[in-house]
Structures are given as structure tokens and as C-alpha cells.
């Protein structure tokens, strides 16, 4: 969430977070305690504080004559910091824009159709920023948008299946990304334990669990610790 308590926000947003959410307040949590646990998810109300991403690269694993063997590993880039436009989202719109495109590459998450892509982009519109094209989607036809969303590919075409990558990772045989904390806790993790750096790991751990569940889709050996490389 923007703020560490309720009262923070002015009069209009504090009418405005009731009526959003007023049909889903817990009969055990007050409105301060469900603004804390949930403002988060809604990006009118929350902000970003970390994002992580990860891209495959090819590279000669051994030199056989005059053939190579190559292995793909994978290298993370994090963007994190308290201040949400100079710190996260600038340079990450940055990035894109000067290195990814439509047609080049793709960006894969889980339920990042739902979550991850629609949150950056409003996050990205709410601080007045130009959308690179990787994220200014809306005109594409559902076959030109370049990403993909494990969860959906987990669904095979059933509408009601929403598996967590905690539960896919686990029947997959791939290490859990939930070790040190998982996403709900990360309101209390940045507010009350100051823990930016817990919640960098959280988001790299997620990233190669992903990684990692994409091959293990295409029948592929998984990545090794040793194959991914932190930028």
C-alpha cells in the first residue's frame, strides 16, 4: 500500500477505498486493517517498490571441435528502491523501451495478464508516464500480444482453474520461490520490517521459479543455481 496506515489518505480516497471494497471487508477486520493487508493488489491504491526480470540468453557451454554445446541461463535485472517512479518504474519503462519490443521477444509471469501487466501499466499512467510498447497493448489483437501467462497455459483452456505458482512449483518438482516470506506479507515486510531487501529475493526467487516452470513445460532440463547470474 501507498501508506503504512489508513488515516494517510486524504478524505476522497478514503470514501473511495470503502466503496471499492466495502462488499469484501472480513467481519473480524477493521477498515485501517483490510486497507493494510489489501491496498496492495489495487493499483489506485498501491504502488511499486520491486520489480524483477529475467531473460534467457544463449551461450557456449563447451567448445567440441567445430561444434559448441550451449546452455541457456538465465540473467536477472531488479528494479527496487522507496521512491516508485524514480526508482522502479522510469527505469523499467526505460529498459523496455530501448531494448524490448513486440515481435522480438516476449514477457512471460504467472497471471501476469491479470495482475502484473495491467498494475505496471496503470502504476505507469497514474505517475504520467509513456507506456513502452512491450506494455501499450491495448490496439493488439489478442494473437499479437506478446506475452505469456503460465497460468493460462496451466488452464488448457478451462475458465475456472487459478492454481498458485506455489501449488505448480511444488507438484512440478521445482524449488518453491515461497521461502522467506510470500506475497502476503509484503506490506508488513516493506512497512514494519523495512525489509527491501527480503522482498528483492522474494522477487527473484519468483522469476527463476518461472524461468524454471517454462522449461519444465517444454519437457526441458531445468536451470541450476549456477546458471542464473544476478545483474
Same mark, same amino acid.
Not at 50 to 70: P, S
Not at 167 to 184: D, N, Q, R, W, Y
Not at 186 to 202: H, M, P, T
Given at each position: 500500500?501507498?501508506?503504512?496506515?489508513?488515516?494517510?489518505?486524504?478524505?476522497?480516497?478514503?470514501?473511495?477505498?470503502?466503496? &471499492?471494497?466495502?462488499?469484501?471487508?472480513?467481519?473480524?477486520?477493521?477498515?485501517?486493517?483490510?486497507?493494510?493487508?489489501?491496498?496492495? /493488489? =489495487?493499483?489506485?491504491?498501491?504502488?511499486?517498490?520491486?520489480?524483477?526480470?529475467?531473460?534467457?540468453?544463449?551461450?557456449?557451454?563447451?567448445? /567440441?571441435?567445430?561444434?559448441?554445446?550451449?546452455?541457456?541461463?538465465?540473467?536477472?535485472?531488479?528494479?527496487?528502491? +522507496?521512491? #516508485?517512479?524514480?526508482? /522502479?518504474?522510469?527505469?523499467?519503462?526505460? $529498459?523496455?523501451?530501448?531494448?524490448? =519490443?513486440?515481435?522480438?521477444?516476449?514477457?512471460?509471469?504467472?497471471?501476469?495478464?491479470?495482475?502484473?501487466?495491467?498494475?505496471?501499466?496503470?502504476?505507469?499512467?497514474?505517475?504520467?508516464?509513456?507506456?513502452?510498447?512491450?506494455? +501499450?497493448?491495448?490496439?493488439?489483437?489478442?494473437?499479437? /500480444?506478446?506475452?505469456?501467462?503460465? $497460468? %493460462?497455459?496451466?488452464?488448457?483452456? #478451462? $475458465? &475456472?482453474?487459478?492454481?498458485?505458482?506455489?501449488?505448480?512449483?511444488?507438484?512440478?518438482?521445482?524449488?518453491?520461490?515461497?521461502?522467506?516470506?510470500?506475497?502476503?506479507?509484503?506490506?508488513?515486510? =516493506?512497512?514494519?520490517?523495512?525489509?527491501?531487501?527480503?522482498?528483492?529475493? =522474494?522477487?527473484?526467487?519468483?522469476?527463476?521459479?518461472?524461468? %524454471?516452470?517454462?522449461?519444465?513445460?517444454?519437457?526441458?532440463?531445468?536451470?541450476?543455481?549456477?546458471?542464473?547470474?544476478?545483474?
Amino acid at each position: 500500500p501507498q501508506h503504512v496506515q489508513f488515516k494517510e489518505l486524504d478524505e476522497d480516497m478514503q470514501q473511495l477505498w470503502r466503496y &471499492r471494497t466495502d462488499r469484501f471487508l472480513p467481519e473480524d477486520q477493521s477498515v485501517p486493517e483490510y486497507y493494510f493487508n489489501k491496498a496492495g /493488489v =489495487y493499483a489506485e491504491f498501491g504502488k511499486v517498490i520491486c520489480i524483477t526480470v529475467g531473460l534467457f540468453k544463449k551461450e557456449v557451454k563447451e567448445d /567440441v571441435g567445430e561444434e559448441h554445446e550451449f546452455s541457456y541461463n538465465l540473467h536477472l535485472k531488479s528494479f527496487y528502491g +522507496d521512491l #516508485e517512479q524514480e526508482d /522502479v518504474l522510469l527505469p523499467f519503462n526505460e $529498459m523496455l523501451k530501448e531494448h524490448f =519490443y513486440p515481435g522480438r521477444v516476449w514477457l512471460c509471469g504467472h497471471n501476469i495478464l491479470e495482475f502484473d501487466i495491467p498494475f505496471l501499466c496503470r502504476r505507469s499512467i497514474i505517475n504520467g508516464l509513456e507506456l513502452p510498447k512491450m506494455l +501499450d497493448v491495448a490496439t493488439l489483437k489478442p494473437w499479437e /500480444v506478446p506475452y505469456i501467462d503460465t $497460468m %493460462r497455459i496451466w488452464k488448457f483452456g #478451462e $475458465m &475456472r482453474n487459478r492454481t498458485s505458482l506455489h501449488l505448480l512449483t511444488k507438484v512440478l518438482g521445482i524449488p518453491s520461490p515461497k521461502g522467506e516470506m510470500e506475497g502476503k506479507d509484503v506490506a508488513d515486510v =516493506y512497512w514494519n520490517e523495512k525489509g527491501l531487501d527480503k522482498i528483492l529475493r =522474494y522477487n527473484q526467487a519468483d522469476v527463476i521459479a518461472i524461468a %524454471r516452470l517454462i522449461q519444465r513445460f517444454k519437457n526441458l532440463p531445468i536451470l541450476s543455481d549456477d546458471e542464473v547470474v544476478v545483474a
